[in-house]
């Protein structure tokens, strides 16, 4: 199954940005909304982002609203996360996917091996 491949973490200080990119091709991608989540070590994968197939609506959680940015570049087959402000506690492995429907947190694509993101206080 194909993979997304995500990329664009770092380390940065608390108040910084980064940008993740997520390359991913093939039809379930392509033609699903797009989720952005997120694991920190010793919790659970958790949803960050989604936006829908055209691009015209997204949705985030809570703790990342006003701070995060999810956009796609459909002809690149590209999803990107614009994070701003950035707190110790956005650091983990942000992973993207397919979702079920717009409305939905459920990944129904492969997991790639996400992007490590380390804020520091």
């Known amino acids: 199954q194909v993979q997304p491949v995500e990329s664009g973490g770092g380390l940065v200080q608390a108040g910084g940005s980064l940008r993740l990119s997520c390359a991913a091709s093939?039809?379930?991608?392509?033609?699903?909304?797009m989720g952005w989540f997120r694991q920190a070590p010793g919790k659970e994968r958790e949803f960050v982002a989604a936006i829908s197939v055209s691009a015209g609506r997204t949705n985030y959680a809570g703790s990342v609203k006003g701070r995060f940015t999810v956009s796609r570049d459909t002809a690149k087959n590209t999803v990107y996360l614009q994070m701003n402000n950035l707190k110790p506690e956005d650091t983990a492995v942000y992973y993207c996917?397919?979702?079920?429907?717009?409305?939905?947190?459920?990944?129904?694509?492969?997991w790639g091996q996400g992007t490590q993101v380390t804020v520091s206080s």
């Open positions: 996917n397919a979702l079920l429907s717009f409305s939905s947190t459920r990944a129904i694509g492969s």
């Open positions: 093939g039809r379930t991608f392509s033609n699903s909304p």
